[in-house]
């Protein structure tokens, strides 16, 4: 198994350290801000985010963190995207088409297309950045998703075929992703050069972004002139600068803390539903998780209604311990799992604990609602014998190698996917982040045999049969899906309702301008 290190968030904070209390929320009347007109040219969006550390990075194809996608997303570009709908759109690319039985694939570069150095995005580019991400001595983030990449050849001065070791028919999901920029031949990540609306004019890991605006944009230059991304140590300290106008914006809020902004007639929520889970984790190679009767248990011993009411304040939607909710393949006709004690004990004792488990969880604040998600759950296991000991983590320590991949019981998180390329991070031998340890021979040759299946509807039904697969027998506790709160000043205008689980939009903030006010 490839054991790659997630970096984590660690807690850092520009403010000084120290938690502040919450400003008043008493304000004076709200201004009359016109943002119906055309877009405003000009100003610097100050972003809030909570997290950050010395380890944070500007590097294209290695992030972990919040700030670091929102940072990988302004300032680098892929060939496609999902939009706002969960649509592919061609970014970079006009086209990117497979043969008839999806071995290869041809991407055709949009013209004109410029690095924020001015120089062309060419096809070389191309090839470099997919052999950087996909390097065997240094995979990043996405080399799962793009390892059976047999060769690649420049075609011409826009275009570039990939050839495949096996058929790949989802490819262009993979290549969609926000870790999958391109980047330059010569790509130095000290001294980064991307194609995305922002370039990097200051950066302190931890601490904050300055990104100012890349005139040579192919989808022409951002309104704004800038953004600035700034890490809070704790929610509270965040709110208290949106509250104060020392942000304009601040991302993945607490979903309890959204009430205190929806008193403040200056700002508005935004909150977008989302395939973001936040799941519990069983390794399937560690007693009492090793036998199947344990798992089933615990996900019977769940009231998921509860958990998105007290952990994400009702904010959520209904998980059924499968995950890729927006994937069109999504099995919606599997009856929802409920809680049932009675059978999750019945369970228990069939598999030689009639007097119920004791276990331990290991959590930290890896994610909004974490800890509170480990505290609901262990209260409600209590109904089925099953003895919770938590056992909280501070967020380094949590990622730190040898923890991280390795807890029998612990906890962690994913932004929205399709089910081949969530597959590709967690589900096999091979993936970079298989928390549950899930190595299923029949269940890893299915995911191969899906990726070759041209006809949407046919490996729809594969992936249906897999996804039930991951329902009898998986590791992860999917209980929810989590709605993204977000929060703004009323001037700022172009922020919109995004799947993808990231803060803000997504993070794209090309589109966005500040009013006059």
């Not at 209390?21 to 304000?27: E, F, G, R, T």
């Not at 001015?118 to 080399?143: L, M, Q, T, W």
Request: charged residues 20%; proline residues 5%; glycine residues 8%.
């Amino acid at each position: 198994m490839v054991h790659l290190s997630r970096r984590q968030l660690l807690q850092a904070s520009l403010l000084g350290g120290a938690t502040v209390a919450l400003a008043s929320c008493a304000q004076a009347p709200v201004e009359q801000i016109n943002t119906s007109g055309p877009p405003r040219r000009g100003g610097t969006l100050r972003v809030g985010l909570v997290g950050g550390s010395s380890t944070d990075t500007v590097d294209a194809h290695v992030p972990s963190s919040q700030s670091d996608g929102a940072r990988l997303i302004n300032m680098y570009d892929a060939l496609a995207r999902r939009d706002e709908n969960y649509q592919l759109e061609y970014r970079l690319a006009e086209a990117i088409e497979p043969n008839g039985d999806a071995t290869e694939w041809t991407i055709t570069l949009r013209a004109g297309v410029e690095f924020s150095d001015g120089r062309p995005v060419r096809p070389e580019d191309v090839i470099f950045s997919y052999n950087r991400i996909r390097d065997p001595h240094d995979p990043k983030s996405g080399a799962a998703s793009i390892n059976h990449i047999k060769n690649m050849e420049v075609l011409d001065t826009r275009r570039v075929r990939i050839r495949l070791a096996t058929p790949d028919a989802t490819l262009i999901d993979s290549l969609a992703e926000y870790q999958m920029g391109i980047v330059p031949e010569d790509y130095d990540p000290v001294h980064p050069v991307g194609a995305g609306p922002f370039k990097l004019e200051f950066f302190r890991p931890g601490q904050s972004t300055v990104l100012v605006r890349n005139d040579n944009y192919w989808d022409g230059p951002a309104h704004l002139d800038g953004v600035e991304l700034i890490d809070f140590q704790e929610e509270d300290a965040m709110l208290n600068a949106l509250l104060s106008s020392q942000v304009d914006a601040i991302g993945s809020l607490n979903h309890a803390l959204a009430r205190v902004i929806e008193t403040d007639p200056r700002l508005t929520t935004l909150i977008s539903q989302t395939g973001m889970w936040l799941p519990l984790t069983m390794r399937v190679d560690v007693a009492p998780f090793d036998d199947a009767r344990v798992r089933q248990a615990m996900r019977l011993a769940v009231n998921r209604q509860q958990m998105i009411d007290q952990v994400y304040s009702g904010e959520g939607q209904l998980g059924n311990d499968m995950f890729s909710l927006y994937d069109d393949a999504y099995p919606h006709d599997i009856p929802q799992r409920e809680q049932d004690i009675s059978e999750a004990k019945r369970l228990l004792a069939d598999a030689g604990y009639p007097d119920g488990i004791e276990v331990t969880l290991v959590t930290a604040e890896i994610q909004s609602g974490a800890i509170r998600s480990a505290q609901v759950f262990a209260e409600q296991a209590r109904q089925a014998g099953i003895t919770v000991n938590l056992e909280q983590v501070d967020v380094s320590t949590f990622f730190a190698a040898g923890n991280y991949l390795e807890y029998p019981f612990s906890q962690t998180f994913y932004y929205t996917r399709n089910f081949i390329q969530q597959v590709n991070q967690c589900a096999t031998a091979d993936s970079p982040f298989n928390e549950t340890h899930w190595d299923d021979a029949q269940f890893t040759a299915g995911v191969k045999t899906a990726r070759t299946i041209t006809d949407d509807h046919e490996r729809g039904k594969l992936i249906r049969q897999l996804q039930q697969q991951l329902f009898d027998d998986g590791g992860y506790i999917i209980w929810g899906f989590a709605n993204q709160v977000d929060a703004y000043h009323n001037y700022v205008a172009g922020l919109r309702p995004h799947p993808g689980g990231m803060p803000l939009s997504q993070a794209m903030f090309h589109n966005v301008w500040i009013a006059e006010v």
